[in-house]
């Protein structure tokens, strides 16, 4: 089945500057890479999602690049703000009716 | 209000005890699925479902049961608790794209269960 690891599992920057994370997926088969944000005490909620038709989307400050051939997508957050802080997780889906499969998080730290 | 909602979202019970956790959508979402998670482990699928009377297992599966008799509804039920399944459980519902059906749209999460077996 599909694996998906995440790198770094922190990370701290300080505001203003940018944060970076890093995910690997198995399946060369998967074609769904969502990214949920998770605060403290909440739900994690989907920041932004990228299909495999697509190399790169962007949304305000954040953005999420695609590369299929070595199979890594990543997250970059621009101009990191205090409410930024959160723990952020990548996914991977099949095509086809298939469940995602998470990434283990990545805690983000935004130092004011 | 398009939600998923979790009852209940606190709960202290002892080893052995059985006990269900529901889940509820109101977004006709044909797929449903229940997560764990736990520090350093990410969110861990336990049971999912594709639609009404389809259930499939995840990742980790053992020690837990579901049923999707509704299309809204999905409990996770723990027929005999143990401590070690002590964790944050999580539902979550999505829907096929329209129109192909061929990929999924973005989950919506429930709020969320803190579990703790003694």
């Known amino acids: 089945g599909e694996n998906v690891e995440q790198h770094p599992s922190t990370l701290s920057v300080q505001e203003g500057d940018s944060a970076v994370i890093k995910c690997t997926y198995s399946?060369?088969?998967?074609?769904?890479f969502p990214w949920y944000k998770q605060e403290l005490g909440k739900r994690p909620q989907l920041i932004i999602d990228?299909?495999?038709?697509?190399g790169e989307k962007k949304d305000q400050r954040i953005a999420v690049t695609l590369n299929k051939t070595a199979k890594h997508f990543s997250l970059h957050i621009t101009e990191t703000q205090p409410e930024d802080s959160a723990v952020y997780f990548c996914a991977a889906s099949i095509k086809g009716n298939t469940p995602l499969v998470f990434g283990k998080g990545t805690r983000l730290s935004v130092i004011a | 209000e398009a939600q998923v909602t979790q009852n209940p979202r606190y709960l202290i019970t002892v080893t052995g005890k059985k006990l269900t956790v529901t889940c509820s959508q109101n977004m006709n979402h044909e797929y449903m699925s229940w997560y764990r998670q736990d520090p350093g482990l990410g969110l861990r699928q336990i049971y999912y479902s594709m639609n009404v009377e389809v259930t499939d297992k995840g990742d980790v599966p053992e020690g837990y049961k579901v049923s999707r008799k509704e299309k809204r509804n999905f409990p996770l039920i723990l027929e005999s608790p143990s401590p070690n399944q002590t964790s944050l459980y999580f539902c979550?519902?999505?829907?096929?794209?329209?129109?192909?059906?061929?990929?999924?749209?973005?989950?919506?999460f429930g709020p969320g269960t803190r579990l703790t077996v003694l």
């Open positions: 979550a519902s999505s829907s096929p794209s329209r129109p192909s059906g061929t990929t999924y749209n973005e989950q919506f």
């Open positions: 399946d060369s088969a998967s074609n769904y």
């Open positions: 990228i299909r495999s038709n697509v």
